[in-house]
């Protein structure tokens, strides 16, 4: 499609075609605010410790400090799976978030 195609459309309709018709698929993804998760047959809660979350779900994918004292726990369970993230602040689960690529 030619630029001044996509100037004619408008920003709205031009925004909106790169993110469907653009974007590869890697870069597409689902995410969802969790209560709890699953780290195979245990369920880590929010409020859980981080050495609970670590004896359920094993070593991490990635471990990353994101500030505030605050620190993010990454992990798949399977290889084609969502990634589910944990963020720890003062030794608690206080978030849990799953992102699914589409």
């Known amino acids: 499609m030619s630029k001044k195609r996509i100037a004619r459309l408008g920003k709205g309709l031009a925004i909106l075609w ?5 974007l590869p698929n890697s870069l597409q993804a689902v995410e969802n605010r969790l209560h709890s998760a ?5 369920l880590v809660k929010l409020g859980d ?14 471990s990353l400090s994101v ?9 798949r369970q399977e290889r084609s799976g969502p990634t589910t993230i944990f963020r720890i ?11 699914r690529r589409l």
Do not use: K, N
């Not at 790169?18 to 653009?22: E, Q, T």
């Open 18 to 22: 790169l993110a469907l018709g653009v």
């Open 38 to 42: 699953r780290c195979g047959t245990d």
């Open 89 to 99: 602040r003062d030794g608690r689960v206080i978030e849990i978030r799953q992102i």
């Open 67 to 75: 500030g505030r004292g605050a620190r993010e726990y990454h992990f």
């Open 49 to 62: 410790s981080r050495a609970t979350l670590l004896a359920h779900c094993g070593r991490p994918l990635e």
